[in-house]
């Protein structure tokens, strides 16, 4: 199978390079005593802390994958952003499948170009094809936050989004054509280092989950992006701000300084603890214009006075605002 799997070095530092998509391997055993109280965290909080995955989910179950590309396509659609589903696509950080990719080319998409920062895509990357097929043919709704635990982008119908899509391209003709001959829509290219690797100006539509709180320069992962989007493209980024198992409360990596984030090796967590408005400035500052983000926000956690110096600079809505569903167009 032709399936193209490219890599482009050398590597310039600029996507991060995790040890696997979401990888909380590193979190030490101790959050550091100062900053938490001096709890301990035990085995098993420590199993559960690594169980945890924020806004993401397993890319190789097709339920997720089939939930993150109809979340993204309807709420982009309730947001009149899109009519159709787009010719061309790309996804920044698909994670261990490119079946969000495959959702989308069994909807119409005829180009799907997935870039990540490391190669996580094993077996056989057609796996949650045929399951695809069918959930579409079917007309399966979208899965409810119990079903499947992503509630965001947030949707205010469920309902298969018929008018979106292309029927013929989930028949099992269409469905043939994709295993055959796999490279005529799919790209799939880890790790990235320089943004030349998609045309400037060829992507329609844009989009990660759970992605851009893991990237290490998140400035010149939206100048990349912008440059591939075409005039008027989207771009459709589900963010979560959540501290990922390294504090005992959801914002709490906010009560660490830079230091001790660094010393005690907490970055390992593969978060860059940046904020929604610093991701809407980074947008902005790349030449996307922002046209909309809906915010999750969550009371509970840490308060301003207990934010370390370093981030005395958070604002109270930054503290609250647990993840995004943030949209933009290239202007
Ligand atoms: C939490 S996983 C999410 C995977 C998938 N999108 C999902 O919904 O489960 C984070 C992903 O972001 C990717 N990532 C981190 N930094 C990146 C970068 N600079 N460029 C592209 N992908 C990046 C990781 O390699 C990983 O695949």
């Known amino acids: 199978m032709c399936f193209r799997r490219e890599a482009v070095g050398p590597r310039t530092g600029l996507p991060a390079i995790p040890s696997s998509p979401c990888s909380l391997r590193t979190v030490r055993r101790t959050i550091p005593a100062a900053v938490e109280a001096g709890v301990t965290v035990g085995r098993r909080a420590l199993s559960r802390i690594r169980d945890r995955r924020h806004g993401g989910g397993s890319t190789s179950s097709a339920a997720y994958c089939y939930a993150v590309w109809m979340r993204h396509l309807v709420a982009l659609s309730e947001a009149g952003l899109l009519a159709r589903v787009p010719t061309s696509v790309a996804e920044l950080g698909p994670g261990d499948s490119i079946g969000v990719g495959l959702a ?6 005829r180009s799907y170009v997935a870039v990540d920062a490391a190669v996580f895509v094993r077996g056989d990357p057609l796996e949650p094809l045929d399951e695809l097929a069918r ?10 936050v119990l079903e ?8 205010r119908s469920r309902e298969f989004p018929l008018a979106l899509i292309d029927p013929e391209a989930s028949s099992p003709e269409a469905v043939a054509a994709i295993r055959e001959r796999p490279d005529r829509f799919v790209r799939y290219v880890a790790p990235w280092t320089m943004s030349e690797i998609i045309p400037p100006d060829s992507v329609d539509l844009l989009i990660s989950q759970a992605v851009m709180e893991h990237v290490s320069d998140v400035e010149a992962a939206y100048t990349a992006m912008a440059k591939w989007l075409r ?10 701000f959540r501290s990922h198992g390294t504090a005992l409360t959801w914002n709490g990596h906010w009560r660490y300084s830079r230091s001790v984030w660094r010393v005690a090796n907490l970055r390992k967590s593969g978060i860059n603890r940046l904020p929604l408005s610093a991701h809407l400035r980074a947008l902005e500052a790349a030449g996307l214009e922002v046209v909309g983000h809906v915010d999750q926000i969550d009371t509970e956690g840490i ?3 207990a934010v370390h110096d370093d981030w005395r600079h958070l604002s109270s809505a930054d503290l609250r605002t647990a993840s995004a569903w943030i949209n933009a167009r290239r202007t």
């Not at 989308?104 to 998409?109: A, D, E, K, T």
């Not at 005039?231 to 980024?237: D, E, L, P, T």
């Open 104 to 109: 989308g080319i069994l909807s119409g998409v």
């Open 135 to 144: 959930m579409i043919r079917d007309r399966t709704p979208i899965p409810d």
């Open 148 to 155: 499947m635990p992503i509630g965001s982008p947030p949707l």
């Open 231 to 240: 005039k008027g493209g989207i771009a459709s980024h589900q963010v979560d």
């Open 303 to 305: 308060d301003d006075g």
